[in-house]
């Protein structure tokens, strides 16, 4: 056994699949299956392609690249809006992409004229997050320009949310990205096949069924990996929190104080740390730490327990409650989203399948 090791449950990623896809199919909604949060895995993207997943995106090309090695006919998305030191990369290894500039469209547009191929494009619209997106204003005249490029085909429309400013994804808004399709519809003189109405922050939509009938596509990472929807972070009905669970093993367990005898300054990251007196505890050293997993990304499994801290190598915690646990112990962890991003991309944490 190497140590750490994030244990990777695919029956229960794949129950997580079908159990979205019970909420998304009744409403024509098409899940796309996001890969970012876990590397690009390719045993996970099984997983989906099990529950009934057809496609699947990412931010990465190299994440892509992996993808595309392992299923030839799937169909992969490119979510980070490419870059044009990027287009060749992009065009061979993404049959989609998602983009807001015109000058990179033009690129991606040569490219695949160059290779003989038309590269599918979906335009992102800006619609208050303040990430990527053409402005509302201006997407009428950025569809004209567009619709020139021949080695391109604009297939849609789509917006992303709460990932920069937090903004929630509502009715009224979708209601506007529907609007600005037709708009575009109108510039193009057909019908868009894709209206890609955001992320797992849209679930809530999904859960109370007000979206509109014109979304019929969300890129979902979070909502299948972790089973929750990204504004409050509520459960959605049949998935479970734990297909992920991380182990790491205690290397000393010691009682001392709660705060470090003499003067203090700056910790390893140059952060003034603040300590309670507890007094002395047990305290115990895993052999985790941030190169790992950020700090913040852990929850313990065992309520008995408490973090105190971590260093790059090191994770304190807090073992008085826990009077078996000693070294040589294994402690367990579910991960947040960004916890399961950092282990999953981590080179230290070894990946285990069940
Ligand atoms: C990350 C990302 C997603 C998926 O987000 P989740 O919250 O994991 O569902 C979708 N679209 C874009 C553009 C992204 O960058």
């Known amino acids: 056994m190497r140590l750490p090791e994030i244990v990777i449950d695919l029956e229960k990623i794949r129950a997580n699949v079908r159990a979205i896809s019970a909420l998304t199919d009744p409403l024509g909604i098409e899940v796309v299956g996001v890969t970012k949060g876990v590397l690009g895995d390719v045993r996970i993207a099984e997983a989906y392609l099990a529950g009934g997943i057809k496609s699947f995106a990412d931010s990465r090309w190299e994440n892509l690249q992996r993808l595309r090695q392992a299923f030839p006919y799937v169909s992969l998305i490119l979510l980070r809006i490419p870059g044009l030191s990027q287009i060749k ?137 972790q089973g929750t929807e990204s504004i409050q972070r509520q459960r959605l009905p049949g998935t479970v929190p734990d297909a992920f669970i991380l182990r790491a093993e205690i290397i000393e367990c010691y009682e001392k104080p709660t705060v470090p005898l003499g003067e203090t300054g700056q910790d390893a990251f140059g952060r003034l740390p603040k300590f309670t007196d507890e007094g002395w505890r047990k305290r115990g050293i895993l052999a985790l730490g941030r190169q790992d997993v950020p700090l913040e990304g852990l929850i ?26 000693t070294v040589g112990s294994i402690v367990d962890f579910n991960l947040s989203y960004g916890g399961l991003l950092g282990a999953m991309t981590s080179p230290y944490v070894e990946k285990r399948y069940v």
Not at 194 to 220: C, E, K, W, Y
């Open 89 to 225: 990369r992009v065009i061979q290894w993404a049959d989609i992409s998602l983009n807001s500039d015109l000058e990179v469209l033009q690129a991606l547009s040569e490219e695949a004229i160059r290779h003989n191929k038309q590269h599918k494009v979906i335009i992102m619209v800006d619609l208050g997050d303040l990430r990527e997106g053409v402005w509302p204003r201006d997407l009428p005249e950025f569809t004209k320009k567009a619709s020139v490029f021949s080695g391109i085909q604009i297939i849609g429309l789509g917006a992303n949310f709460a990932c920069y400013g937090g903004l929630i994804p509502t009715v009224e808004k979708l209601n506007q990205l529907v609007e600005l399709a037709d708009t575009m519809e109108g510039i193009l003189g057909y019908s868009l096949a894709v209206v890609s109405g955001g992320n797992s922050a849209n679930l809530r939509l999904i859960l109370n069924q007000t979206i509109p009938r014109r979304i019929n596509q969300l890129r979902l990472g979070e909502g299948i990996l």
């Open 300 to 325: 313990l499994r065992d309520q008995r327990l408490k973090i105190f801290g971590a260093s790059s190598d090191h994770l304190i915690v807090d073992l008085t409650e826990a009077g078996e646990i």
